[in-house]
């Protein structure tokens, strides 16, 4: 069935390093959302993606949807501390109900 | 109110026990949704809720029984477990099953079977 592959599945960085992480697909995706898990906690929403080529920024947070809508990236810049914790892409394809989790990139930073 | 809130927090069950997870939201979602998440391993979907109907089952077993019984609430009847069903039980809703913006999560229930 449809995969989503999410790179890496983890990344430690030091405090005010940059932090990547890279959601694909080999198929197009209706849209793209990612979700924080903090250790111990709960997933939650952070933003979705639907147009080819759409740039989204939350703060520090810079989310991409590839122009072919079957890839996507969420960049931290100048991670701190409070970036700690789980990052998961979910996919949904087109004419599906159902999205689909990558396997998360697990950040720790190092202060 | 944008939480979902999810019963028990922590549940321990022999294999031969019938239990129910809880899960009730207040924001007008009318899609629910039930995840299980193993330790350091991403949700996966069991089952989705739509206007109260059950939409999607991902070829869960019959020993989870799902139930909706309004726009609210959204049960998880256990019975029969395995030691294997030991997870994280996620409940989550949204707007509507295809619409724009993403899935709020409650707690979830931490399940240990024995």
């Known amino acids: 069935g449809q995969q989503v592959m999410q790179i890496p599945q983890y990344q430690h960085v030091q405090e005010g390093e940059d932090f990547t992480t890279y959601c694909n697909s080999s198929?197009?995706?209706?849209?793209i959302q990612w979700y924080k898990q903090r250790p111990g906690g709960h997933p939650v929403f952070l933003i979705q993606?639907?147009?080819?080529?759409e740039v989204k920024k939350q703060k520090r947070l810079t989310f991409q949807f590839g122009e072919a809508k079957k890839n996507s990236s969420l960049h931290i810049t100048a991670t701190q501390t409070t970036d700690v914790g789980t990052y998961f892409c979910?996919?949904?394809?087109?004419?599906?109900?159902?999205?689909?989790f990558g396997a998360g990139t697990r950040l720790t930073v190092k202060p | 109110d944008t939480e979902v809130t999810q019963t028990p927090k922590h549940l321990v069950m022999g294999m031969t026990n019938k239990k129910s997870l809880k899960c009730e939201q207040h924001?007008?979602?009318?899609?629910m949704y039930w995840y299980k998440q193993k330790a350091k391993k991403p949700p996966e979907l069991m089952f989705v809720?739509?206007?109260?109907?059950?939409?999607i089952n991902e070829s869960v077993p019959s020993r989870f029984s799902p139930e909706c019984p309004n726009s609210s609430l959204l049960n998880l009847h256990l019975h029969a477990l395995q030691p294997e069903d030991s997870a994280l039980y996620l409940c989550?809703?949204?707007?509507?099953?295809?619409?724009?913006?993403?899935?709020?999560f409650g707690p979830g229930t931490r399940l240990l079977v024995l």
């Open positions: 989550a809703s949204s707007h509507r099953v295809l619409a724009d913006g993403g899935q709020y």
């Open positions: 198929t197009t995706l209706s849209n």
């Open positions: 993606l639907v147009k080819s080529g």
């Open positions: 979910a996919a949904r394809l087109y004419n599906n109900n159902d999205m689909r």
């Open positions: 924001m007008g979602h009318r899609a």
């Open positions: 809720y739509s206007y109260e109907k059950l939409s």
